[in-house]
């Protein structure tokens, strides 16, 4: 049995799979050469968007590290929606975690970069230090730098948090606009449901913007033996369920704040054989 996925034609998995090569050269933990040169990539890549960017710095253990973020302002600039991911990573590759997530974030800056202007102002954020206890994203929800002119961690509507997303497997409407934008796309992503969590878990960034009020999802395609481990390489991922997860996670944050969902090409994954661990 093959499985439909509706994806955008203008990105493909290989734009992902450079990202997280170029991501997991050397090791990223906190305050080592490896994250901030993963970190002027991401720097430089949001710049070739055309994107605005800005450095978050602060302490940590007595050495600065960074939170990187880039931003396209929408049309009600009151309004914060924020998509993010840890860059760092424990003395490891760290491709799952967290390349895969740090790499689909960059695609969708790209994609929102060229996307009409959205209903609100998307912020895409790479975290410092979440193996250390969610370091930067507690730093941000505390020191929020959105809407520009008068920073306010109330004025987030939701988070969406993408953290170990490299290991994908095929597995009525309400007033809640998170619910609802869950309701409508489950149908269309196969995969949707057993990624997507919003429950009280509290083992990555999303936690820090629950605790301060605002709603998150977290989007996880689960643990495995190469979790922490050197063998956490970019040639275990699965490129095709990362590109997938970037379009649902696109039509999840577009759906939030209101949007139509854009048009897509019709296209066909191969047999679920693709989507075990390899």
Known sequence: MKFLILLLALYSPGDL??????LTITSRYTGSPGLDRAQQYVVTKCQSYGLKVREQGMLFRG?????????????DTDKIIVIGAHLDSTKTPGADDNASGSACVLQLAEKFAKDGKPKCTVVFQWYTGEEQGLVGSRFYTKNPLFPVDDPDIKKHVFMLNLDMVGRLKVIAPGDDPVQNAMDVL???YPFAKDITFQDGRSNSDHASFREAGVPAVFLHTGLHDDYHQSTDVSDRLNYDGMDAICDY????????MG?????YVLWELPERGNYEDK
Do not use: S, T, Y
């Open 186 to 188: 489950f149908p269309k």
């Open 17 to 22: 799979k450079l990202h997280v090569e170029q």
């Open 259 to 263: 949007g139509k969902i854009p048009n």
């Open 63 to 75: 050495k600065e590290c960074n939170n990187i973020i880039a931003w396209r302002e929408g049309e």
């Open 249 to 256: 996670a696109f039509d999840f944050v577009i759906k939030v």
